[in-house]
């Protein structure tokens, strides 16, 4: 098992007022990393941060005391995580965001990813009552998310194979050609896989 995401997001504790929540976005993309704060997917795999939506996590519709505006409570999210979320919001109170098993927890906290955990393929798996809800609410099981958390993990290794092979240009050992092809197949497998599922 792999663990859910390799950095917890840090918000910024006072950002700039603004009269509309969709001028954050710049800063909670930073924030979260230019990540899904629900599923941890890379944006640029979806189309960069454009695509990318703010989500209310406790929902608009829910909100009284808490501003529409209110830094803290915006996630910088994906199309697939925002739109399976929604409303969804089981106590019906913004100061409860689950009873233990039922409900949220925000994206933005250690706590988060306690919940949750990784197969050997990547796939989001739940470790709690609590992760289970949130797996079907926002739809965590979705087979894109762990292509993409094996893309992002090729990649790394493809950066580093890239700057060997750029040190020993006038010499590639056949060990390194090896490795080179075995994780381009690798990578033209995901992303093969990650455009069917887009298909789908």
């Not at 919001?89 to 913004?94: A, L, N, Q």
């Not at 992002?152 to 240009?169: C, G, M, P, Q, Y």
Request: hydrophobic share 30%.
């Amino acid at each position: 098992m792999h663990d859910f995401r390799e950095k917890t997001p840090v918000l910024r504790a006072s950002p700039k007022e603004v009269k509309n929540h969709g001028e954050y976005k710049q800063e909670l993309k930073a924030d979260y990393y230019s990540k899904c704060g629900y599923c941890n997917d890379a944006d640029h795999w979806t189309g960069g941060w454009r695509f990318y939506q703010l989500d209310h996590f406790v929902p608009q519709k829910y909100l009284n005391k808490i501003s529409k505006t209110e830094y803290s409570n915006l996630v910088y999210s994906c199309f697939f995580c925002n739109n399976s979320k929604r409303a969804k919001w089981p106590s019906k109170d913004e100061t409860v965001p689950n009873d233990g098993s039922t409900g949220f927890v925000h994206p933005g906290t250690k706590a988060y990813e306690s919940h949750f955990k990784r197969d050997l393929n990547g796939n989001i798996i739940a470790k709690t009552e609590l992760g289970k809800y949130m797996v079907l609410a926002m739809k965590l099981n979705l087979k894109r998310h762990g292509l993409i958390w094996n893309l992002e993990r090729l990649e790394i290794v493809i950066d580093e194979l890239e700057h060997e092979f750029n040190s020993k240009a006038d010499h590639i050992s056949a060990e390194l050609s090896h490795k080179i092809n075995k994780l381009l197949f690798q990578y033209r497998k995901y992303s093969k896989l990650l455009r069917a599922e887009a298909d789908a």
